[in-house]
């Protein structure tokens, strides 16, 4: 069964920084795009960067210049680097992938979350 494990999250001062991982696991035949989502509480979740499978990145305006989206296709892995956080940054962070199982077509998937604080 494919999922995505997420890892890296935590409590951070305000201009720290924190990486993200997210891994794909299971029975994949190919991944296309990956990406991070973000959800504060008492907002919509959106977009923070994506990530195709040739490595193209795309940001949202309010990331761009402080973090980071890449990827290890032979791990299977996607990276969100995260430089001068901010109070504002803080949220649940998502992974989100494009995933081909073996036996099937591609679907969406979603990793379980993990939480991103920033405060001094």
């Known amino acids: 069964q494919v999922q995505l494990v997420e890892s890296g999250g935590g409590l951070v001062q305000p201009g720290g920084s924190l990486r993200l991982s997210c891994a794909a696991s299971?029975?994949?035949?190919?991944?296309?795009?990956m990406g991070w989502y973000r959800q504060a509480p008492g907002k919509q979740r959106e977009l923070v960067a994506l990530?195709?499978?040739?490595?193209?990145?795309n940001y949202a305006d309010f990331v761009k210049g402080r973090f980071t989206i890449s990827r290890d296709n032979a791990k299977k892995t996607v990276y969100l680097q995260m430089n001068s956080l901010k109070p504002e940054d803080t949220a649940v962070y998502y992974c989100?992938?494009?995933?081909?199982?073996?036996?099937?077509?591609?679907?969406?998937?979603w990793g379980q979350g993990t939480q991103v604080t920033v405060s001094s």
């Open positions: 299971g029975s994949i035949f190919s991944i296309n795009g």
């Open positions: 990530i195709t499978s040739g490595g193209i990145t």
């Open positions: 989100n992938a494009d995933i081909r199982a073996y036996g099937s077509w591609f679907a969406n998937y």
